[in-house]
Nanobody, 126 residues
Framework: QVQLAESGGEPVQAGGSLKLSCASSGNPYSSYCMGWFRQAPGKEREPVAAISSDGRARYADFVKGRFTLSQDNTRNNLYLQMNNLEPDDSAMYYC????????????????????WGQGTQVTVSS
């Protein structure tokens, strides 16, 4: 059974940085996509960043070069470094795994993702 566990979310002031981590276990789909989504109150869950098995990361337009997605060689750990955070970045951030592709946040839809973590809350104050 695939399990995803996020950590690293916390309150931070605008302009600050956070590093989110996702530890996965039981993932037999190591060749598929992994990534991060976020969901703010009253809004739909939206993709933030996605990474393929070869390490190529892609980002949503709103990231604007502020975030960096990475993974370890085993793909058991996924990281999202977030810099220059803005209040609009406040949301529950979810680790997502094992959708077949494309590994592109401009294309993927949350309904196509089979595995989710419980989420970690990011709150950015102005």
């Amino acid at each position: 059974q695939v399990q995803l566990a996020e950590s690293g979310g916390e309150p931070v002031q605008a302009g600050g940085s956070l590093k989110l981590s996702c530890a996965s276990s039981g993932n037999p789909y190591s060749s598929y996509c992994m990534g991060w989504f976020r969901q703010a109150p009253g809004k739909e869950r939206e993709p933030v960043a996605a990474i393929s098995s070869d390490g190529r990361a892609r980002y949503a337009d709103f990231v604007k070069g502020r975030f960096t997605l990475s993974q370890d060689n085993t793909r058991n750990n996924l990281y999202l470094q977030m810099n220059n955070l803005e209040p609009d970045d406040s949301a529950m951030y979810y680790c997502a795994a094992a959708w077949p592709g494309p590994c592109d946040p401009k294309v993927v839809n949350a309904r196509g993702v089979p595995y989710w973590g419980q989420g970690t809350q990011v709150t950015v104050s102005s």
